[in-house]
Structure formats: structure tokens, C-alpha cells
T-cell receptor
Framework: DQQVKQNSPSLSVQEGRISILNCDYT??????FLWYKKYPAEGPTFLIS?????DKNEDGRFTVFLNKSAKHLSLHIVPSQPGDSAVYFC?????????????FGKGTRLSVIA | DAEITQSPRHKITETGRQVTLACHQT?????MFWYRQDLGHGLRLIHY???????NKGEVSDGYSVSRSNTEDLPLTLESAASSQTSVYFC???????????FGPGTRLTVT
């Protein structure tokens, strides 16, 4: 049973607009959430994270929002650029559950159209 | 600069052969992980290790094995390659077991 779900396999957005990537989780023990970005023929790279004690974390054009009651997080990219076209993975961990590795979603492919 | 490398980057092998994929990291991380990435499945955890001599099974461990004899390396072995193991394999390492992971560039394996 998937504990981290990214229900949209793909998303297309016009350059300059906002991209919103969504992620849902089922395990209430998760308290730390990460987003990774992956280009073709490369390994995933860490993008941004958020702890469950916060509801928002911002880093430049990237903002992650966390809604704990809904078990939902989203990644906002504003403004979207063609170089943002990649697969984005959501991941979650339960830092107080001893030695449990990250759980990844299946990813969402973002295409930013010029 | 510290890094994580994988070799080979591309490999073609025949069904039934034993194959070993190498992963080497210079971060001095205790925690290392192997994933496979397939269309529609995302990143699936194969095996992981939290230190020398420690290994653990992940979500899709059947047909794979790992061994950890030092901090830097976690080789992944396919005992008898099957066509279902055609995939892209990623190695990763991290400071803490549940924290941010740093990924290698991947190995594309084709089993014919």
C-alpha cells in the first residue's frame, strides 16, 4: 500500500506561470518531507524540505506547503521556467521511527512550455 | 569534493548471468541505499545498509543481494539476471537513516 502518493503522473505549465505539484501521505508518523528533482540520465537531486512543525518553507522560486490535517503537501514553482522541466519526487520520513528510510512517491513529470 | 559514483553507467547482460553494480561514496556516510526506477513505479527501494556489515531488505529485494565490507562501497548483485530486472538503478547515501539522501548518476541495466 502506497504511503506517499503523487496522483498526477504529469503536468504541463506555460513558462512564467505557477506550477503546483501535489503529494498525499497516509502515515501519520511522517514528520519530515522532501522534494527531489530528476533530469533524464541523472540521479535525483534534493530540492527543498519541510518539517512537520512548519506549514511553509520557501527557497527562491520554490515553496513547499504542508497541511498536516489533510496529510497533503504541495510544491509551488513561481515563475516556472523551461529548465524546471523534470520529474519531481515527493518523499517522507518518520524521524522518530528508528532507522526507517525515506519513502518516495512515484513522481510527477513537469513540462514547462516556452 | 565529496561525491557518489556508480559503475558501469550502462550494462547489457544476458538472462541468467550474475551481475554486480558498483556504488562508491566519499561522503563518509554510514547509510547507503539501492533503488530501481521504472516507468509508473517511481523509485523503489531494493536494499539498504546502515553501516559496515549491516544490510536490510527493501520493498523489492527478491533476486538482489548486497554486502557492506567498508563505509565507502555498497555493491548490488543480481544473482541470476532476469528480463524483469531491466531498469535504471540508483545508489544513494545519507548522514542519517531517515534524512536527505544524495544520489549517484545511475546505471542503466538491460537484461536480454
Amino acid at each position: 500500500d502506497q504511503q506517499v502518493k503523487q496522483n498526477s503522473p504529469s503536468l504541463s505549465v506555460q513558462e512564467g506561470r505557477i506550477s503546483i505539484l501535489n503529494c498525499d501521505y497516509t502515515n501519520s508518523m511522517f514528520d519530515y518531507f522532501l522534494w527531489y528533482k530528476k533530469y533524464p540520465a541523472e540521479g535525483p537531486t534534493f530540492l527543498i524540505s519541510i518539517s512537520s512543525i512548519k506549514d511553509k518553507n520557501e527557497d527562491g522560486r520554490f515553496t513547499v506547503f504542508l497541511n498536516k490535517s489533510a496529510k497533503h503537501l504541495s510544491l509551488h514553482i513561481v515563475p516556472s521556467q523551461p529548465g524546471d522541466s523534470a520529474v519531481y519526487f515527493c518523499a517522507a520520513s518518520a524521524r522518530f521511527a528508528w532507522n526507517t528510510p525515506l519513502v518516495f512517491g512515484k513522481g510527477t513529470r513537469l513540462s514547462v512550455i516556452a | 569534493d565529496a561525491e557518489i559514483t556508480q559503475s558501469p553507467r550502462h550494462k547489457i547482460t544476458e538472462t541468467g548471468r550474475q551481475v554486480t553494480l558498483a556504488c562508491h561514496q566519499t561522503w563518509n556516510h554510514n547509510n547507503m541505499f539501492w533503488y530501481r526506477q521504472d516507468l509508473g513505479h517511481g523509485l523503489r527501494l531494493i536494499h539498504y545498509s546502515y553501516g559496515v556489515q549491516d544490510t536490510n531488505k527493501g520493498e523489492v529485494s527478491d533476486g538482489y543481494s548486497v554486502s557492506r565490507s567498508n563505509t565507502e562501497d555498497l555493491p548490488l548483485t543480481l544473482e541470476s539476471a532476469a528480463s524483469s530486472q531491466t531498469s535504471v538503478y540508483f545508489c544513494a547515501s545519507s548522514v542519517s537513516p531517515e534524512g536527505e539522501q544524495y544520489f549517484g548518476p545511475g546505471t542503466r541495466l538491460t537484461v536480454t
